[in-house]
């Protein structure tokens, strides 16, 4: 996409990524203001997908269905809002469609839907499911032999369903390094993680499948976008990354919620502490 | 319908040691259980196909478990692990579908709608397959699911429908439908959440001097025959109404046995005609949207359409006269 930037432009790069990630909470929680709504996991991965939007997806927003994207599957689809803040950022559709979370005849839909949504893959909100699409994905590309690339945001609670694992096996058997997996490690379902079914050791789960794993702070732009511009990890190996956050980052007094709806003193509150 | 089903939950393991529950991420079902029987109350996460291989356990054990997931997702997802080992293992399992079937999820999208959940539990031999209408019935349906012995699937609405009854009047016998109003112009059959739509639509052909029966069929499977069958003999015209497809539902269950008995009695079955029900709205405005409503019955009845309509419309004598 761009050439290696100096070191002030890395930094005004990573400015402007933190700012779309500002900017996709802003929606999310104005999203929020109107309608019931995943919140929590929704903001936890805000800075995931300002790097993937604005950085590391090839994309046509013109052309949705462009063979020559990268594919990204929200398996974890009931996060929606804040890719639904993403893609409008990126043109997918007007930023106004937000408004109508919900509402009759909506473009966009409580979880995430391809048959209403531009932009939008594959349908998800049943847990489980999008990793399993991804590996498919990934070995048509290679069938194609096609350097697009699949991208796959995953819940950690989402992680108990045992059908991520059979994917996780089936990926590191095909050597999909075309694949990557990214955990949004908010430590939260609707209850703590750890304390409903424990998933740690994460990484040596991963590990031992045979993926290549790095563990990185969710909310630290400038290592998400390292991390993302460096895929594959290595080579004949699908990347994952554990990126530890923050469910409901960015809005102090939600923090592990996993749904939360705004009220008018709440929702200038929530505004308030984002800078908007 | 969690606080009935929790409170009864508690109710049934204090009296029986062998009550337990399994939870998939659903918490507030077991919570009260959890609090009193904390080793009888176990959450596993977010996975619904070892749900039910754990219930199956406790089951060879001796245990009476309650298998609690997500409508769509612990009847779809787990749906062979139900099939095999609790149906074909024949095991003491009570599956619960919890937080709401239909479409009540509306605009939340077709992965949150339980639109198949009674078909494929009907599919399964020696389950019992009920959908509880209210918070009174769905008390009663845990308890009768305690005693009775078997896989047993309950449909927990979310909401309730105003079954206008005073409780004291009430009974609930598995396998029985509910007489809700006499009347010998129709049958209209309901089910669960819908069981609202088919008194609305009883009110609404009432005002135009139309007495319409209507039968609540909470339980379907095993389902009431003689209750269908008296319909058919009495009643010109049956329509069941379901937030669910069409195909193997109430209306599927009733067809069969108006078919096998030779009854000719014309049928209509308002719910999803074999479509997703893909748009965002609220529950009734998807309902209004895919015709699962009191009008789309009352049309049925007054201005029946499709194969079997002109037989229907000169054989409805009671209708007559009525534009
Ligand atoms: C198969 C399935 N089972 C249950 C649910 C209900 N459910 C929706 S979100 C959620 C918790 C998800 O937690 P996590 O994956 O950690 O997501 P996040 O914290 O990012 O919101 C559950 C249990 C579902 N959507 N799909
Ligand atoms: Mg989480």
Redesign the pocket.
Known sequence: MCGVPGQQNRNELIAELEEKARRIRVLVVKMAGMSDC?T??AL?MADILAVLYFRILTLDPRNPQWSGRDYFILS?G??VPSLDAALAMRGFFPEETLTTHLERDSMISGHACARLTPGIDVST????HGLSIGVGCALGIKMDREPNRVFVVL????LQ?GSNWEAVMAAAHHRLDNLVAIV?R?W???GA?EEMMRLEPLADKWASFGWSVLTIDGHDVAAIVDTLESVPFEQGRPSVVIANTV?GKGVSFIETR?MARFDEAQLRAALHELGA | MAKPFARVLLELADADPRVCAVS??CRGFIAPLAEQFPQRAIEIG?A?QNLIGIAAGLAVRGKIPFAI??NP?VTM?CFEQVRTDLGYGARNVKVIGAYGGGVVYGGWGCTHHAIEEMALMRLIPTMTVVMPADAWETEQAVRAAAIREGPFYISLARGAAVVEQPEEARSFELGKAVLLREGDAATIIGVGPTVADALRAGDLLESQGIAARILEMHTVKPIDREAILRAAEETPVIVTIEEHTVIGGLGGAVAEVLAEAGAGTPLKRIGLQDVFAVMSGSQQDLKSRYGITAEAVVKEILHPSGAGAHHKDTKNTKLRGVP
């Open positions: 995943h929590g996991g936890s974890k009931h996060c909100g049943s847990l489980g819940g950690d609670g989402e369903e949004d908010n939260y379902q609707t993680t469910k996993h | 998939c991420d977010i619904e997931g997500m997702f997802r």
